[in-house]
């Protein structure tokens, strides 16, 4: 019964190598977010869909590529990895956009990716 | 530019005591939000404040909401083992949520 699930947990990988992180969540909401942390626990906004459309792009390498096949899902593809993409990834989903104040987020359990 | 500042970074504590973290910023913001996170799980909301001046009560948790929409801070009375983790501040700024640094709390008994 998970509301944000994410897939897969941990991941390692060589650099260079292309990978992706699913996301799916089941409260049925129209909003959905991709965030990184970095080892010093500072979170980031990648990216925001709302109802399947991009929003928020915040200066990430296009190397990662977003896909939200419909509102459940959200999925990270990432190109040529590299050292310093490892982090942990954390998927999230609110029922309306932010910006109208009150809105709760939920986070996914979140995938380390260690890049070697 | 870090746009919320947490402080203290890192927090270490007996328990029963009391602690208070800080939330500041030079922007105003919609809302703020307070979220815990433990190790390997994702950031749990705690509360939202949305008017200044507004202070919610959480059992043993405080929140106050600066008059100003700037700042935030969150006391813990008689912290327990069951605090420990790490705090985030966040802040509404246009169609995102802003995350301050966090600050980690260790609650020993």
């Known amino acids: 019964d998970t509301a944000v699930s994410q897939t897969p947990k941990y991941l390692v990988t060589q650099m260079g190598n292309d990978k992706s992180i699913k996301c799916e969540q089941n409260?049925?909401?129209?909003?959905m977010y991709w965030y990184k942390q970095d080892s010093k626990k500072f979170l980031k906004i990648m990216f925001s869909?709302?109802?399947?459309?991009?929003?928020i792009n915040e200066t990430v390498p296009n190397r990662f590529s977003p896909k939200s096949p419909d509102k459940a899902h959200l999925n990270l593809h990432i190109n040529s990895l590299e050292l310093g993409d490892s982090a942990v990834y954390f998927c999230?989903?609110?029922?309306?956009?932010?910006?109208?104040?009150?809105?709760?987020?939920?986070f996914g359990s979140g995938t380390q990716l260690s890049v070697l | 530019t870090q746009l919320l500042k947490q402080s203290p970074q890192f927090l270490s504590i007996q328990e029963g005591e009391n602690l208070t973290v800080y939330c500041n910023s030079s922007?105003?913001?919609?809302?703020l939000q307070w979220y815990r996170q433990e190790p390997g799980e994702g950031p749990v909301l705690l509360v939202t404040?949305?008017?200044?001046?507004e202070v919610k009560k959480l059992k043993r948790l405080t929140f106050q909401f600066g008059d100003a929409r700037k700042d935030s801070s969150l006391h813990i009375t008689a912290a327990q083992p069951g605090d420990t983790g790490l705090y985030l501040c966040?802040?509404?700024?246009?169609?995102?949520?802003?995350f301050g640094k966090g600050t980690t709390l260790s609650v020993s008994s």
């Open positions: 409260l049925g909401h129209d909003t």
């Open positions: 966040a802040g509404g700024l246009g169609t995102a949520l802003i």
């Open positions: 404040v949305v008017t200044g001046g």
């Open positions: 999230a989903s609110s029922q309306v956009l932010l910006g109208t104040g009150n809105e709760k987020l939920f």
């Open positions: 922007s105003v913001f919609s809302s």
């Open positions: 869909y709302n109802n399947k459309e991009l929003i």
